[in-house]
């Protein structure tokens, strides 16, 4: 390769030297500045560059602080990609309605927020009595007290010296909202809000725990007033609507009998899933989880097994977009599904309800080793699972029959970090 600074000498020729200083002489031999018109009054302008020409940025624009009883935030296209910063607000509704760097939130008591797509951490700090909603690539609360989360993050949300917190699945809407998903480089399909991971657990406390089932965003964070600067912006907290599909997560499953659905990359991947979940749900089959995942040959072969013959070619067009669906007679019903609404594109579903559990398996436990979640498990299939996870020095297991962390003793984590 070659390098940016030339060892040639600096030195200037004999004959530039004397052309230069031709140059800055009168013919008196007296000095002339080049910038100097012959009336002496004139100066040239200063030459511009290009962090010269950009707008100034005002860091007030970029943070709220010290605010009471109000409705504040940022109306889509003020952040543009931005950190952001929230701190000593209270008793205030909150829309941040763009897509951001990282967002900071201190000191705050009593609040409504809403958080755009973050493109990396949000991290609250000393808040207590907070509502919101969230979306980002990491989620961490530090010193928090009750806490109403409703969630959509890529990576493991992580609770330190915090109580009372609760979790749901994002739901929510507004017109901009895809476009920020994809400008913060978040997918829709990776959410893990349920699989939370408390760095200071307490024995024989439970420091967090998952909202109900049916609890409804509006409930928690109600949609901004009509005097407020937001009302113009067209928001829904409907279901149906949320830009992330809603997912069961970690809640004990209803059924033994699951299966994996997967779309490989396409034109209309993001609709076909989305078509899927439709008529998947309308039969009264629950979503569980969803991932979005690039895959290599070798990952073709481990997950797929016996049925991979033909699939490498597709892994490489793209990311893969697999859901896992729950029910009884949810196999059956996922087959005729592809054979009627998506003949013609290129799918995976499982074969029997024997198989669909190994499938569900292979797949998200590939997906989250993918995504850095360490060594994960899922033990045993039915309605009661247990989810190992690895973190630090410790195996945990997530035991959903009685909802509480338990470590396992002698177990030695082999993950290099």
């Known amino acids: 390769m070659g390098c940016f600074f030339s060892k040639k000498s600096r030195r200037k020729s004999p004959d530039k030297e004397l ?3 031709a140059a800055g002489k009168d013919a008196t031999g007296n000095n002339v500045s080049e910038s100097t018109s012959p009336s002496g009054t004139d100066q040239a302008a200063p030459k511009q560059y290009s962090w010269d020409k950009r707008e100034k940025v005002d860091p007030k624009d970029f943070m709220l602080t010290g605010i009471k009883d109000a409705t504040v935030g940022r109306l889509p296209g003020k952040l543009n990609g931005q950190q952001f910063v929230i701190q000593e607000c209270e008793n205030c ?3 941040v309605l763009d897509h951001s760097a990282t967002v900071t939130i201190d000191d705050c008591v009593n609040c409504r927020i809403v958080l755009g797509p973050v493109k990396g951490s949000v991290f609250f700090r000393d808040c207590k009595d907070i509502k919101c909603v969230v979306a980002c690539q990491q989620f961490r609360t530090r010193d928090c007290k009750k806490m109403d989360v409703f969630l959509c993050c890529a990576t493991q949300p992580i609770i330190e010296s915090s109580t009372s917190m609760k979790f749901g699945c994002f739901q929510y809407y507004y017109p901009e909202l895809a476009f920020h998903f994809k400008d913060a480089g978040l997918s829709i399909f990776n959410n893990n809000w349920s699989n939370i991971h408390d760095f200071t657990p307490v024995s024989g406390e439970t420091n967090w725990s998952l909202l109900p089932e049916d609890a ?3 409930e928690y964070v109600p949609l901004p007033d009509s005097e407020s600067e937001f009302k113009s912006v067209r928001i829904s907290t409907d279901v149906n609507r949320s830009i992330v599909p809603l997912t069961k997560g970690g809640r004990r499953k209803e059924s033994e009998e699951s299966c994996l659905f997967v779309f490989f990359a396409g034109d209309y991947t993001t609709a076909n899933a989305r078509k899927l979940i439709d008529e998947a749900t309308a ?3 629950i979503l569980i989880q969803t991932k979005e995942v690039s895959m290599r040959p070798e990952d073709v072969n481990r997950v797929f097994q016996n049925n991979a013959e033909g699939l490498v070619e597709w892994t490489a067009k793209g990311p893969v977009v697999a859901l896992e669906l729950n ?12 054979s009627e ?3 013609g594109t290129k799918v995976f579903v499982s074969e029997n309800k024997n198989s669909a559990s190994r499938d569900v398996d292979n797949f998200f436990n590939f997906a989250d080793m993918q995504m850095g979640f360490g060594s994960v498990h899922l033990r045993g299939a039915g309605p009661r699972p247990s989810f190992w996870s690895t973190w630090g020095s410790l195996e945990s297991v997530w035991d ?3 909802e509480r962390w338990m470590t396992e003793a002698g177990q030695k984590n082999n993950l290099a970090c």
């Open 93 to 95: 509704n909150i829309f």
């Open 216 to 218: 409804v965003v509006l």
């Open 327 to 338: 029910g009884d007679g949810v196999v059956e019903a996922c087959r005729n599904i592809a």
């Open 19 to 21: 052309s230069l200083t």
């Open 283 to 285: 039969k009264s089959f």
């Open 400 to 402: 959903l029959s009685d």
């Open 341 to 343: 609404v998506f003949n």
